[in-house]
């Protein structure tokens, strides 16, 4: 009978993930009637409307390190977790309120089709090239570790649900959002973030409701978690005290200052298409932040109450769905939410893609043509499998490989782009000095042991950054 049953929710599961996949390769095939030039396929022509853009750049800046990090981080941790919600929600509002409107305006008036366009102050000047080169050798090295963690979700996931090999796993979702984002390029990438971070909403509305119904409510989970036999778990600062516990709040929360500086992200708001498009986008990008990381902490939360033993905090969120489902249900539910983990990889090999086929090679007189959009492709290519055999072959959490790479692109680009929007001029070589201080102290802190919440590698690099961006920056008329 067992047998039967396992048979039958390995069935479901397959036939989801078939008609999942099938799904996204119609996607990449009708969106690649849009695209007839380089801002066609990187920036959707600039005509991206509210949902697609809120719920798309929400979910490509989420994904694996959402349902199956801030989940895990939550059951790990205990109720020093809490420090996610405010530090994500920070960056949403930075982002849509005061980045939103001005990274668009700026970017339709100089014409900019990137983030490293905006990143190059004077077109002209011998360090243009140097920028450029500097930004895609930043972009790559950062987002290759990035897509890795994604395809590693998404194979520990597949070998968790069924008895699939953990290479084979994460070869067959690569090949998936590498055919999809051949073909469709931004508006295939947009419109299947788009559904996935509606799948993302929906269970993380389904999953926590289900999980504290199952222990009774809101008062037994929190009576749960104080019973736990570590005393740092029911804290708000995990075992940390005074300074050190100051230091723990501060540095998660330097997660959300790294928000402004990612190309994946501010790319949506570029290509929003008009201010009413904005104005909605907002509303429903934080609306959809609020419920998916709550929905996290309060799902990771409640399986360190019923289920206690989880050896691998990262794989709660499957743990709780087959634990709280029926076969079926929990296939179905699991099936749409791994595509989903997967197809978020694309957001970043399409920055990739755009960096090294069209940043690298602009120069003075640049034009755009077909054979830029055959080179993005190409890259697409070679980044899906660098960043396969990375997943493969590299072990680290999710949790940390994806932050590294956040910190190190948000410290880069973020404060460069902050003082560009405060309507100040920035000699190149500021901008290339800001770049390079804020990437390579964060390679260089990352390398040394880590303070309370990694204050160190996520505040020193961005406030450095900010420094030489500021000082070395005039009010534009001067």
């Not at 102050?121 to 920028?131: G, Q, S």
């Amino acid at each position: 009978m067992a047998a039967t049953e396992s048979l039958a929710d390995s069935t479901v599961v397959l036939i989801t993930l078939i008609v999942y996949k099938v799904a996204l390769i119609a996607i990449g095939i009708w969106t690649s009637k849009r695209n007839q030039s380089t801002a066609d396929f990187f920036l959707a022509g600039r005509q991206m409307g509210s949902w697609v853009a809120a719920i798309s750049a929400s979910a490509s800046s989420s994904s694996a390190w959402t349902l199956l990090g801030v989940s895990g981080a939550a059951y790990l941790w205990g109720l020093s977790a809490i420090w996610l919600f405010p530090s994500v929600m920070m960056g949403f509002l930075i982002n849509w309120l005061w980045i939103a409107p001005r990274i668009r305006n700026l970017s339709r008036a100089e014409n900019a089709i990137t983030l490293t366009d905006l990143m190059v102050t004077e077109p002209d000047n011998k360090l243009a090239d140097t920028i450029r080169r500097a930004a895609t050798m930043i972009v790559v090295f950062s987002f290759i570790f990035y897509i890795a963690a994604q395809f590693k979700g998404a194979g520990n996931s597949f070998t968790s649900v069924f008895a699939m090999d953990f290479e084979t796993a994460i070869i067959l979702g690569a090949t998936i959002i590498m055919i999809y984002t051949l073909l469709g390029g931004f508006w295939a990438v947009s419109v299947t973030d788009t559904l996935q971070g509606i799948l993302m909403a929906l269970t993380a509305i389904v999953l926590p409701v289900a999980a504290l119904w199952h222990i009774g409510g809101l008062s037994e989970m929190f009576a749960g978690l104080q019973a736990v036999d570590d005393p740092a778990f029911g804290s708000f600062f995990g075992s940390h005290y005074g300074i050190s516990a100051i230091g723990f709040a501060v540095g998660i929360m330097g997660i959300g200052a790294g928000y402004p500086g990612q190309p994946h992200v501010v790319n949506r708001f570029m290509a929003l298409k008009d201010v009413r498009a904005l104005q909605q986008g907002r509303l429903i990008a934080i609306g959809w932040a609020l419920i998916v990381y709550t929905g996290m902490l309060l799902l990771g939360w409640s399986a360190r109450v019923f289920l206690p033993g989880i050896s691998d905090s990262e794989t709660v969120f499957f743990s709780v769905t087959q634990s709280l489902f029926t076969p079926v249900v929990a296939g179905i539910m699991i099936a749409a939410v791994l595509s989903a983990v997967m197809s978020t990889a694309d957001s970043q090999i399409l920055v990739v893609s755009s960096s090294v086929s069209y940043d690298a090679q602009k120069k003075v007189g640049y034009k755009q043509n077909k054979n830029n959009l055959l080179v993005g492709r190409l890259s697409v290519i070679g980044v899906c499998i660098a960043a396969a055999a990375l997943a493969i072959n590299l072990d680290q959490s999710i949790f940390n490989r994806v932050l590294f790479a956040w910190h190190a692109i948000g410290s880069a680009f973020g404060p460069v782009l902050v003082v560009r929007l405060l309507n100040r001029h920035l000699s190149n070589t500021t901008v290339l000095m800001s770049m390079l201080s804020g990437f390579g102290l964060t390679v260089l802190i990352n390398s040394q042991p880590n303070l309370p919440g990694d204050i160190a590698e996520r505040w020193i690099p961005l406030l450095v950054a900010l420094a030489i961006a500021w000082l070395g920056s005039q009010k534009k008329g001067n």
